[in-house]
């Protein structure tokens, strides 16, 4: 029992110790688990409930604007890899061979999938023909395997993660770029209203671009400890792919011509941005669109009004199950200050106890996970209640992350105040735009450009580069970065 | 053009030779497409639309009962597979196997994933503790790799297939028993409410079980060759895997125990049925819940009318692309015929055919996919129409492949008439139960037991087995077996 009660409980403070304090409480709240392959981990159902709600909605959304959904081979011929990567300098992810299969040798290694340009674009060559067969608007929700952590962290740096795989082709330059806004905003729609996570849209440098790509977009993220974790992107790959694997079309004037393509993803980090963003000392905060469970009822009695409370908390859970996600949990053994501690570990944002007290008042006392307010309500009220309450939560989630994300972006035009604040948030400085301004500041600073953030390019007009005072081309992000 | 045109016509018949016709219209109708690795297959959107339907509306009745969603990694270590043969006799499947990352050698081999027992039931063990922790009602979307088939065919004998794995951990073999019910009945509702699919249910026999299992039920199809496929199944495990990976609870009473367990699943393997059954010499057919497009509206226009006919079909359109996925082919380089070609190569329900006479008259001429039959409706009872002939055509689907069971479905009390029967059907026969007398029906007439029909094993009192003609203790399907 003892063991068990410590399995909801934290030693470590995320405000100390956020690495110890995030390792803690993905495994203690039963969020995830590591599993027997080193590096690679167990969904258990509270992270794949809202991996799957973010799925379903990115989705649907993908849906509406023209996206189709398609599924590519697992395995990848080697060849592939070696030819992507004789066009696209510098791609060149670890990956995991498959050498042997049943009892015989393969003759070609295969690579278990770390992104599928080769294997769909190899099939893209054979589909498009002429400009009717374009655009071609495919996306894949897949798992992908990359072997390239010494570390890994459950969520944040795994092996296998889950992501959707966006790639499109068109026929003009102008028809794929127009596509970057249009999934942009998706992302960013979902982060804000799913995961109630702000981010900063901008491109990324020539160096930290997708070596395949012409353009790279990202949205980034910062966290609680003043570092920046990179979310959602979209590349713009031009004809780089097209010209590997031969996607040519018959335009309307007559003319052979390679298509323009880009990818994009969104994946299983999200859910590790999230913890960390949000999380307590007490363990998860979720969302509620994100929580299977979104409100726990928890009875609070003793023997001689045992049935009486747990018939009343039955009936409050029956108006309630229909619009809600609840859990009763009358689990007779346990304590409702040990339920207090295992609910408030697991995140869920609303928790309604129910004594006597609430019994005779015809009421229950709900207390929000995100503040601890308490709160007793009158039960003809309740639906109405937890309707907003649960709104409330979600906005108060989402408005703290984006003080925070304001309060701890700086804007500075000397390198001095830029190595001060570099760790503790993101630095938006001027810059050249050149890669050894970015190399330098990197080396003496360990701060990289996140990236250029979108909204406040017009900044740079007439100001100095932080690192060499040259003529300013950039407003850029710089940041330490997960 | 000549080269293309043919993409939309089949050489093979149904009739003459199912197999080659299967081939030519799962790729010519763009349902699925070959891959650069052999035996692993491309789910274009069309199959990729109705396996996802499949899924979610699988999914959502699996949640009603209440098994939840989990992920679990992609790959196994080699102990894990080595720990389940050694526990479960006969049970090897062919792996593909890793055994380089990166740049260096693995210390262990890795499987990737041919079913996740052992990797789901290693952290089983440590998460069941008492009785408080059952039953665990898991359920997994995934790909899974089987090297096994020396011959793959698309969707029927892939290496990679999609399918949901279910496990579920019990206090007891009375809960572990009644849940095969509840899971089979989601499965034969899901085959015929979204595949059109009927299918016999029954326990398998010994020789046939899943080795792991004490009893295997499945639900089979019936194909128009006379053949039957394996539909989806439910696995009774006991206590196998968890004397095998230690999954012990400490009960009410104090005692520990072992559980016990049970895992089912339903694949892509049934869209392969699904094409089979339902497809014809012009093409697929597809159920309309499983169409990514259930309405194609094909304009007829000359170059005087073109306008009009054009505008009035966008407005027909445009009133039904609410309710109905819809498609209007405005395509102006292809005749009406050869669109009519393609749409039924593609498995369409329902035509919309629009010319001058319909704009004058405020209708459009409906054909539907499964009979051909036309038929001219006024465009202000169109969504009332159509959504009548969505459901019958899907009901004709049904009945005619019911029908078409019921019909080749045999009874007999002599090892003569199974014998002339075998190949064109499915035989109930009596049987004593021995290995003996299966495998000798199997040896002379290639015709293995397909189950044990659950539905007339009333009948199998007092009749004699058909080989051995000792007292008969089942009915028998024997069949010639995909």
């Not at 996306?139 to 962290?153: D, G, L």
Request: hydrophobic residues 35%; glycine residues 6%; aromatic residues 12%.
């Amino acid at each position: 029992m003892e063991a068990e009660q410590k399995k909801f409980l934290l030693t470590a403070k995320k405000s100390e110790n956020i690495t110890e304090w995030y390792t803690q409480v993905i495994v203690n709240s039963e969020f995830v688990d590591y599993s027997a392959v080193s590096g690679m981990m167990v969904y258990r159902p509270d992270s794949y409930f809202a991996w799957d709600t973010i799925k379903e909605a990115t989705d649907r959304m993908f849906k509406e604007v023209g996206v189709q959904d398609v599924y590519f081979p697992l395995f990848i011929p080697e060849r592939f890899l070696t030819k992507e990567s004789e066009h696209v300098k510098g791609f060149s992810p670890e990956v995991a061979w498959i050498t042997h299969a049943g009892q015989s040798e393969l003759s070609e290694r295969l690579a278990v999938r770390p992104t599928s340009e080769t294997i769909m674009y190899d099939s893209f060559s054979r589909w498009v023909r002429s400009w009717r067969d374009l655009p071609i608007k495919f996306n894949i929700w897949a798992s992908v395997v990359r072997w390239e952590f010494k570390h890994p962290t459950p969520l944040l740096r795994s092996r296998e993660f889950l992501w959707n795989e966006g790639h499109s082709a068109y026929a003009s330059l102008e028809e794929a770029e127009a596509e970057r806004k249009v999934i942009l905003d998706i992302y960013e729609k979902i982060l804000k209203d799913y995961l109630a996570l702000p981010g900063v849209r901008g491109r990324k440098t020539d160096s930290e671009k997708f070596a395949g790509a012409i353009a790279s977009y990202s949205i980034e993220h910062l966290m609680p400890d003043g570092w920046v974790l990179q979310g959602p992107d979209h590349h713009s790959d031009g004809q780089n792919f097209a010209k590997a694997f031969d996607i040519k079309f018959l335009d309307k004037d007559g003319a052979k011509k390679y298509v323009f393509q880009n990818t994009y993803a969104i994946s299983t980090r999200e859910l590790g941005a999230m913890v960390l963003t949000h999380g307590d000392d007490k363990g998860l905060v979720l969302p509620p669109k994100l929580a299977r469970i979104q409100i726990v009822l928890v009875p609070i009695y003793n023997d001689v009004k045992k049935e009486e409370v747990l018939r009343y908390s039955r009936s409050v859970n029956e108006s309630l199950n229909k619009s809600f996600r609840t859990y009763l949990d009358d689990r007779d053994e346990y304590s409702p200050g040990w339920k207090y501690n295992e609910w408030e570990m697991k995140g869920v944002p609303v928790r309604l106890e129910i004594g006597q007290r609430e019994v005779d008042s015809v009421s229950v006392t709900a207390v929000r996970r995100d503040t601890g307010k308490k709160e007793t309500v009158k039960l003809d009220q309740l639906g109405k209640f937890i309707t907003s309450l649960l709104e409330d939560i979600h906005t108060n989630l989402y408005m703290k992350a984006l003080k925070f994300l304001e309060s701890h972006t700086y804007s500075v035009s000397s390198y001095d105040d830029l190595k001060k604040l570099v760790g503790s948030g993101i630095v938006q400085s001027p810059w050249c735009g050149s890669d050894k301004c970015e190399a330098k500041v990197k080396e003496e600073t360990g701060a990289k450009i996140t990236n250029l953030p979108s909204d406040v390019q017009d900044k740079a007009v007439g100001q100095k580069c932080i690192y060499c005072g040259e003529e300013a081309k950039f407003i850029a992000n710089f940041a330490k970065s997960y």
